[in-house]
């Protein structure tokens, strides 16, 4: 069990194309864990790979509210294989993008394929909270921030803010 740092935009990490998962090692298993503690302490309802530096096609996601009902999801190369045409408006956060929130709309309903921890092919279906959540993850793997679903306005107020908080912690 670890608690990984988290990688605060700006970040090239945090723009780069994930390279997919051949091999479930004890590692990535591992990691997969160290995720979870992660998401858990921060608080997250999700968490990709290279949130914590690690360039792989992996996130970890749990939308369950009450801290005793856990309902973790491990998902390896994960990709979405079909979407709705309505789309559900949410306010998103991300925990690379501290304290920064905004609408995004993105299809209500996905059909999501992946690799479960122990390399089994398998597909979900998901909607509502965990379908915003699905969706935010992958985009991760693609070097994709919510940011880059809104207004150029609005994203350049957010990437200066976080820039400036940048130096202002380098400095102190
Ligand atoms: O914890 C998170 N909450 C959240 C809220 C609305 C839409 C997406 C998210 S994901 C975010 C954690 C995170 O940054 N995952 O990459
Ligand atoms: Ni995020």
Redesign the pocket.
Same mark, same amino acid.
């Given at each position: 069990m670890a608690i990984l740092p988290i990688i605060i935009a700006p970040d090239p990490r945090l723009k780069m194309v994930c390279a997919e998962v051949n091999d479930i090692t004890p590692e990535i298993v591992g990691m997969m864990d160290d995720m979870l503690d992660t998401?858990y302490a &921060?608080?997250?309802?999700?968490? &990709?790979a290279p949130?914590v530096g690690v360039t792989r096609r992996i996130i970890v996601a749990d939308v369950c509210k009450e801290e005793n009902k856990r309902e973790p999801c491990r998902l390896i190369n994960p990709e979405i294989e079909w979407k709705s045409e309505d789309l559900f408006a949410? !306010? !998103?956060? /991300?925990?690379?993008l501290p304290e920064q929130y905004s609408d995004v709309a993105r299809p209500k309903s996905v059909g999501i394929r992946y690799l479960d921890e122990t390399g089994k092919r398998r597909e979900l279906e998901a909607e509502g909270l965990l379908a915003? /959540?699905l969706q =935010? !993850?992958i985009d =991760?793997l693609d070097g994709i921030l919510?940011v880059d679903h809104i207004s150029s306005l609005k994203r350049n107020v957010i990437m200066r803010k976080l820039k400036k908080l940048k130096k202002v912690e380098n400095a102190g």
């Open positions: 998401m &921060a608080p997250g309802i999700g968490l &990709a949130q949410y !306010e !998103e956060g /991300c925990l690379s915003v /959540c =935010h !993850e =991760h919510f």
